[in-house]
């Protein structure tokens, strides 16, 4: 049987605790009796088939929901969401997205330039401040949205599917630009993926939710030395081993 918490150090107080959460659309059931904890600074990969419940999860985590049963305990301050579109204002330049979030943050104005091209350095997109998002590459959206995302200060990310929508190539330049960010912030992160190989390029640790509805059936440790690349072979067998898991629960799920 997987374990239902993380291996959070003795004492810790996790950043995330799900306790019995199970969660009801009207008749269809979600979630089933998800235990899970989190600790802080993990990076949590979160993979199953589709409709297993994994974004109903981080709404849950992120509080824009509440379970039907159980309980979602978050001890971290200002988790923020970053889903796969970018969702810029597409009338406002990079830097005046990211002001935005400054601003509602309260940051002076006379603070909030300088800030905000700060943030946008930390993704390396200097030099593209007064771009608008269309003229900005997919790519280069999601990393104004990302600086944006940290312009709140997170102490938690959680991330739907962030880089699904975009090549391979690019994917794998932002995998790397996480990575960096997430090692030099100590944010806690979880992260939804349909790309199992992604999951173990990035994770601490990988969840595995069952079809419809969605339980935590394994737990992975990924103790594979970073930096990581998409294309090891350690990365590969292992996603591969958890691929054969995901083909089990899709194929139970299309038995019923």
Request: aromatic share 4%; with cysteine; hydrophobic share 40%.
């Amino acid at each position: 049987m997987p374990s239902a918490s993380s291996p959070t150090p003795a004492g810790a107080e996790p950043a995330i605790s799900l306790r019995n959460v199970s969660k009801w659309f009207g008749p269809v059931q979600a979630l089933d009796d998800v235990g899970i904890d989190v600790a802080r600074g993990e990076f949590l990969c979160l993979i199953g088939a589709s409709g297993c419940g994994k974004s109903t999860l981080l709404n849950l985590v992120a509080g824009l929901d509440r379970p039907t049963a159980g309980s979602v305990t978050v001890t971290v301050e200002r988790p923020t969401l970053l889903f796969q579109e970018a969702a810029l204002f597409p009338w406002l330049t990079a830097r005046g997205n990211v002001e935005v979030a400054l601003k509602l943050r309260k940051v002076p104005r006379r603070q909030r330039r300088a800030e905000a091209e700060r943030l946008l350095a930390t993704v390396r997109l200097q030099g593209f401040e007064h771009r608008r998002p269309h003229e900005l590459s997919g790519g280069m959206r999601q990393r104004v949205a990302l600086a944006r995302a940290l312009a709140q200060q997170p102490q938690l990310l959680l991330m739907d599917e962030p880089f699904g929508a975009l090549d391979a190539m690019t994917r794998d330049v932002l995998h790397d630009e996480l990575e960096r960010l997430w090692q030099e912030t100590g944010l806690t992160v979880v992260f939804v993926t349909h790309n199992v190989r992604e999951a173990v390029r990035l994770g601490d640790r990988v969840a595995l939710l069952s079809s419809r509805p969605g339980r935590v059936v394994q737990e992975q440790r990924v103790d594979i030395a970073r930096p990581r690349r998409i294309e090891s072979h350690d990365v590969a067998d292992l996603a591969a081993t958890l691929t054969d898991r995901l083909r089990e629960e899709v194929r139970r799920h299309g038995d019923r």
